[in-house]
């Protein structure tokens, strides 16, 4: 049989995009997920594609329970995408996006490291694109920033496949652990140092919240679906277990949320957001139990989708109101009342609501977090639970929609959009109401049921306390305001400490560098002058000779030859 | 019915009367706490009305600790653009002479 790699057809169409324009394009683009998810569901699991360069053996296509989950999930989180971008009439866009649809794919199927790093770097390269084709000068620089810091993660890869192949002498993308002595655990860290720069892991998870909320209202849904999961993939199948990671987990869900609940930029705050989703991911991760992996990836599932609604409704209101800050948006639910619905059932699904995607998935981690003992894990996952509500679950749509009224009257976002947030919406509450699907495809066996009456009473506890706190600081005008500001935060080293040094030095050096050349020049001025003094006319050197003065000159010069002459016998 | 939706939130009546289900939801959440047997892992997890107490009081301290971290965290809007996209600016003249 005529085996086709999944990232094929969407590298394939990207080709022929560049050529044909108006509907066959647009055809062309929604055919793709949907071939490429019927051909990955004939494919299965198993591998081909094997391929050598040099001496390494290279493997194109292996897929397992796990990456055949994220192999659907990502041609969901593509179709999705793409019929919420329909209506563009941008090349660039349009060309990128199916690359980086394709790339995500191609990493999560690569069965070396070799060729995960290939389709790493065209991660990085083709995601960036999305970044600048918002075509401004901001989005310009924020994805250069974007870029380095993703050419950063591939280079540390690349320097720890080679560290890690030396020891262990084969490419194969399988469990790859911390390990123990120096030679081995050098390839390894540098492996988790790069998926965790993907991964957005604390101190390295700028990039997320600088690039995307810069990109286009539709290239960050894009955005938003792939480059982390693929870097949760990636942590899932070679670091497994890992302890380290439930605490960089615990991190992650916690520190976002209060930058979260603070920021403008609503885009921003689903950005601050995704790094909080992910932290459970990590944690689940980091527990390595059966549960605890089906739960990250379940959950990574379900973010993509809910996620993706919840920037593709900000992406609406910023499309058809050209405002995306907080302090300037409010009361478009007048005029917007489906973008509205559909935001709230996204963030219903974050929030982890009962019938809802997030509730069982979020559940399974915080479960296998307590079965394993990491009580305080447990109760940082459950305060980042509440936090996620308040400041996902009802800042968005409130600040959105509700809150005071902005005075804007935009319409509904066009249709290809509406029926994109549409369809998610309703994977977001099939997925919660019947989740025995999405189980049936993780990849461990279980027996977990999310519905039972504990679990879901001390949820909605949670919630509408948490819900409760909201309105209480609200009515007592405690909650703290949308201003238009910037907050500080890792990047700051780099965006403004750094380049001020460098600015500094640079001074530095230029005052030094003037100074010394202020003084050599000095230096030849006076050598001049001294020079100008003994050749000028009557200067020593410019004057006429008396004969008998020379005459006595050269007598006194053939006396001391004559007196060496004598002193070397 | 699109006349009712427009202004439904303009009414206060509206905004009290929906704060008023909302309060009666709550109370009957803690009131099922009392009455239903959960089943718990975790020590703390088995105090009366735990979830509602730690959802509550994590919200507020959340809020709270991050408004205080606005005093040494905020700056003005274009606290970056200013410096970056006026260096960029200036490349970008300097390239085009």
């Known amino acids: 049989m005529f085996e086709v790699a999944p990232f094929v057809p969407f590298f394939v169409a990207a080709a022929i995009a560049l050529f044909v324009r108006g509907w066959p394009r647009a055809l062309l683009m929604v055919a793709v997920p949907l071939l490429g998810l019927a051909n990955l569901w004939l494919l299965g699991p198993g591998s081909f594609g094997a391929w050598s360069v040099l001496d390494f053996e290279l493997l194109l296509f292996r897929a397992d329970r796990l990456s055949l989950l994220f192999g659907y999930l990502f041609h969901i989180a593509a179709l999705i995408a793409i019929v919420y971008a329909l209506h563009l009439r941008d090349t660039l866009q349009q060309v990128a996006s199916l690359l980086y649809a394709g790339s995500a794919l191609g990493a999560v199927f690569a069965g070396d490291l070799l060729t995960l790093f290939i389709f790493w770097e065209l991660l990085a390269l083709t995601s960036v694109m999305l970044v600048w084709a918002r075509r401004t000068g901001r989005a310009y620089l924020a994805g250069l920033r974007y870029f380095f810091l993703q050419i950063l993660s591939g280079l540390l890869l690349l320097g720890g496949i080679i560290f890690y192949a030396q020891a262990q002498g084969s490419l194969e993308f399988g469990y790859i652990g911390l390990g123990q002595g120096i030679l081995d655990s050098v390839g390894s860290w540098m492996i988790f140092l790069a998926f965790g720069i993907k991964c957005a892991f604390p101190f390295f998870h700028n990039w997320l919240t600088d690039a995307y909320p810069e990109s286009t209202p539709t290239g960050t849904v894009f955005l938003s679906a792939f480059t982390t999961k693929v870097a949760v993939y990636a942590l899932a199948r070679a670091y497994p277990g890992t302890e380290l990671l439930v605490y960089i987990g615990a991190t992650m869900a916690c520190f976002p949320i209060f930058y979260a609940v603070i920021e403008n930029d609503l885009r921003r705050v689903l950005a601050y957001s995704l790094i909080n989703q992910l932290g459970f991911m990590v944690v689940g991760i980091g527990i390595g139990t059966s549960l605890a992996i089906n739960g990250a990836v379940a959950h990574a599932f379900n973010d993509v989708i809910f996620k993706g609604l919840l920037f593709m409704s900000m992406g609406a209101v910023l499309q058809m109101t050209g405002r995306i800050n907080g302090s300037e948006l409010g009361g478009l639910y007048k005029t917007m009342p489906k973008t509205t619905v559909l935001c709230i059932i996204g963030a219903a699904s974050i929030s982890a609501f009962p019938l809802f995607s997030g509730f069982v998935s979020k559940s399974m981690v915080m479960s296998a977090a307590i079965q394993n003992g990491y009580d305080w894990v447990w109760l940082i996952l459950l305060f980042a639970s509440a936090g996620v509500f308040h400041h996902a679950g009802i800042k968005i749509p409130y600040f959105a929609f509700f809150a005071h009224d902005s005075g804007l009257r935009a319409k509904e976002p066009p249709t290809n959009m509406l029926v994109a947030m549409s369809i998610a919406a309703a994977l977001c509450l099939a997925v919660g109401i019947y989740p025995q699907a999405l189980y049936r495809l993780l990849p461990f066996e279980m027996s977990y049921s999310p519905y039972d009456l504990t679990h879901v009473l001390t949820q909605l506890q949670l919630l509408f306390f948490s819900a409760l706190a909201f309105v209480w600081l609200n009515l007592r005008r405690l909650y703290p305001p949308e201003l238009p500001s910037v907050n500080l935060d890792v990047e700051w080293l780099y965006r403004r400490l750094l380049p001020a040094a460098a600015r500094s030095f640079f001074a530095a050096a230029f005052r030094l560098d003037e100074r010394v050349r202020r003084t050599a020049l000095h230096a030849v001025d006076r050598l001049m002058a001294g020079v100008t003094s003994y050749h000028k006319p009557d200067g020593v050197m410019a004057r006429s000779w008396l004969t008998g003065s020379m005459v006595a000159g050269v007598v006194l010069l053939l006396g001391l030859y004559l007196l060496l002459g004598f002193s070397t016998y | ?97």
Request: aromatic letters at 14%.
């Open chain 2, 1 to 97: 019915m699109s006349g009712d939706k427009h202004d439904f939130f303009d009414k206060p009546d509206n905004v009290r009367r929906l704060l008023r289900v909302f309060y009666g939801i709550c109370a009957l959440l803690v009131a099922l706490d009392l009455v239903v047997h959960r089943h718990t892992e975790y020590r703390w997890e088995g105090l009366p009305a735990f979830y509602p107490v730690y959802g509550f009081v994590g919200c507020v301290l959340l809020v709270v600790v991050a408004k205080w971290m606005r005093k040494f965290l905020m700056r003005p809007g274009d606290y970056y653009d200013r410096v970056e996209l006026a260096e960029a600016d200036s490349q970008r003249g300097r390239g085009d002479v």
